[in-house]
């Protein structure tokens, strides 16, 4: 076996709701890996349960609602947003923190 690597998986729960207002092209990574990926509509809700820190990108953040365990967050973004981190400490665009 190769040498230990720190992995995702071990970090704390998170749990993401979103909610569409609008038509919204959503996806949701765990590192490399892809937890969700589809265009939501209006009134959707999807639940996304994980570890660590989720990446997040989506075509129109105007229309996409955030819940980060229990934390309502609301709308944090418009439009393309590729660089949205979501963990149990919160949400962060790049390196700034958004504040619910």
Known sequence: Q???R???RSGTAVTLALKANGKVWVQVKQGSKNLFAEVMEKGDTKTIKGSGTLNVSTGKGENLEFTVNT???GVIAEGVVKNIK????GIKIGDTSVNP
Request: no cysteine.
């Open 86 to 89: 979501v963990s149990s400490d």
């Open 2 to 4: 190769g040498p230990a």
């Open 6 to 8: 720190e992995d995702v």
């Open 71 to 73: 934390r309502k967050f």
